[in-house]
DNA sequence: CGATCCGTCTACCAAGTGGTAGAGAGATGG
DNA sequence: CCATCTCTCTACCACTTGGTAGACGGATCG
């Protein structure tokens, strides 16, 4: 039935973890159900019952995937808040790592964007896994309201606002991929510098 | 083969009409792939056979949603974009229109989303039908830049941060739903406020 | 060496997929 | 009243889907 959890031991790629990669990319990019298990399994130049052995269904897999992704985010947002800055210039030190990631691995922007549709049954799983990153960004917030770095406002609400940006001008770039302007370096920074315009008046300038 | 074009006769809804408006709805909240032409076409009371009658294939069928979705979405806009506002006000009445939009019919948004996936063949075919009005809202960011109303910068640059920050907004409506909490209207309300002084602050103070 | 376990495979299967062929019912019009 | 056209249907079909059963080979271990 294969090993429930992994516990972390250092081992190369194994079977197990380029099946999480390539279905989290896959799920990411094309979507669940445009992802069939035959697909995935000959991508990985191995048979679909393989897959079975390590995840009992498709949707057990997809569960593992959304675990996945969930820490992959975790563990960018942390390294990004463990740096000890204050005010914007944490913030913009999580905008870039955010940017950074969406450019580099836009299949777990995809894969959130996949499970927030609605009716989702996974989207409780995904919220859970990310609620206390959410908690501890809000508690900064606050605590930077509370020093007066930034102007006044509900924490959480303020977080929803920064979310929706941060991942709007992500998609953004998806956008333009779409348009056919393949997004480069030069572009993705200029955008992230008017963001940081943007955010910089919005949270720290008095009205 | 069915009518290919439908010369906007004023007639009551015909099966043709039925069957695009369920496969918006569906293709826009569970996806293309997730939408079976059996599925949409129970849900109709109708045969598949009837659909596939009116459309030759599922492909087509989806590119005709497009169409219909495009429409909305232009015209959505141009009802806004009609008023003979200026500068912020013109702004924020768009914004309502969009949001309100959001809020109705979610399923637009999430077909803008399922369209502009990564390799998607119709993403073009939105691009397209959607390119003069995004043309006329640039002139327009141009002319209130002109006027002196908003601060100087480049309009497609900022028309896609709007875009973005918009729909990122929207989005986050969703995801409010996701997460299990049902937008009220007093929070929407709220989000909206926040979002047009977000965007007063961006667009018209000097930095 | 023999027994057991682990990982991957081949061989199937029932259900669902998009799509084809064509019958039949009703309206329309010469 | 017959011919034609429009629309929806039944009957199929080839293929893909997720999933089951179990064989096979190699490693591990008593």
Redesign the pocket.
């Known amino acids: 039935m294969?090993?429930v959890t992994d516990t972390a031991a250092p081992e190369r790629t194994t079977?197990r973890d380029r099946i999480l990669t390539a279905a989290l990319a896959a799920y990411g990019t094309d979507g669940y159900s445009a992802?069939?298990?035959?697909?995935l399994a000959e991508q990985l130049g191995?048979?679909?019952?393989?897959i079975?052995?390590?995840f009992?269904?498709?949707?057990e897999l997809f569960e593992a995937v959304i675990d996945d992704a969930a820490a992959s985010l975790i563990e960018a947002f942390d390294m990004a808040a463990s740096t000890g800055l204050t005010g914007m210039a944490q913030v913009e030190e999580i905008i870039r790592r955010v940017l950074r990631l969406a450019v580099r691995r836009p299949e777990l922007l995809g894969l959130v964007r996949e499970v927030s549709r609605p009716g989702s049954l996974s989207a409780a799983r995904l919220v859970d896994r990310v609620a206390p990153t959410f908690a501890r960004a809000a508690d900064f917030l606050s605590r930077e309201m509370d020093a007066g770095r930034f102007r006044r406002s509900d924490p959480s609400m303020l977080l929803l606002s920064l979310y929706s940006t941060v991942v709007g001008v992500a998609g953004e770039l998806e956008v333009q991929r779409a348009i056919g302007l393949e997004p480069t370096l030069r572009v993705a920074v200029m955008r992230r510098r008017e963001l940081v315009r943007f955010l910089r008046v919005a949270l720290v300038e008095p009205i």
Chains 1, 2 share one sequence.
């Open positions: 294969g090993r079977t992802t069939s298990l035959d697909a191995i048979r679909k019952q393989t079975l052995y390590w009992p269904s498709k949707q």
